[in-house]
């Protein structure tokens, strides 16, 4: 009878132990909105990278909830591509976006970080813009107006070709690069 009694005291002592106390993965969950910095491992390019490729890096500074620290600065990450777009010659610059998948394991749901290449319009317009002109001249100078004007299709001509020959910009994202996501759930 006696041990029985012990037995019921334990019982309903861990019991209570169980609904007061948080359990491991409650306590350890990374919070939606929390911001997560991280330092990529490899370099990314849109002419390389690929839809759904993975990627590494490592946390740089400690996720805290409620004066807890949930993830530890150093912690190892891993990400995927989610979106590739490969620059055109004349147009579309090249693009990337990233989400996080896991922060020391443990599963987790990102926003996207994004980023784009350099517009091609300022490079275009310049290449362009300098054969038009530049054949405009020497037609000019050869012909008078009708050779200017015959110089001026042939000299954009040329500045158009010259833009495509040297037009991708494509983006790229250097390794050691710091991107900050902000976490939308975790597992």
Do not use: C
């Not at 009878?1 to 969950?29: E, H």
């Not at 990529?40 to 500074?61: P, Q, V, Y």
């Amino acid at each position: 009878m006696r041990f029985r009694k012990y037995m019921v005291r334990i019982s309903m002592a861990l019991a209570m132990l169980l609904m007061i106390a948080p359990s491991r993965a409650f306590a350890d969950a990374i919070p939606a909105g929390s911001h997560a910095t991280v330092r990529l491992n490899t370099s990314l390019s849109s002419a390389t990278a690929n839809t759904g490729e993975s990627w590494s890096g490592t946390l740089t500074h400690d996720i805290v909830e409620h004066g807890k620290v949930v993830a530890k600065a150093g912690a190892p990450v891993h990400g995927k591509v989610t979106y590739v777009n490969r620059s055109g010659r004349l147009h579309k610059p090249g693009a990337l976006s990233l989400r996080l998948t896991s922060i020391n394991g443990e599963t987790v749901y990102s926003s996207r970080v994004s980023r784009q290449g350099k517009s091609h319009t300022k490079s275009n317009v310049t290449k362009i813009g300098g054969g038009t002109a530049a054949g405009a001249l020497i037609g000019g100078l050869a012909g008078g107006g009708k050779g200017a004007a015959i110089g001026a299709a042939a000299g954009a001509g040329a500045g158009t070709g010259v833009a495509a020959a040297t037009g991708k910009e494509e983006v790229r994202i250097p390794a050691e690069s710091v991107l900050t996501f902000t976490i939308t759930g975790s597992k």
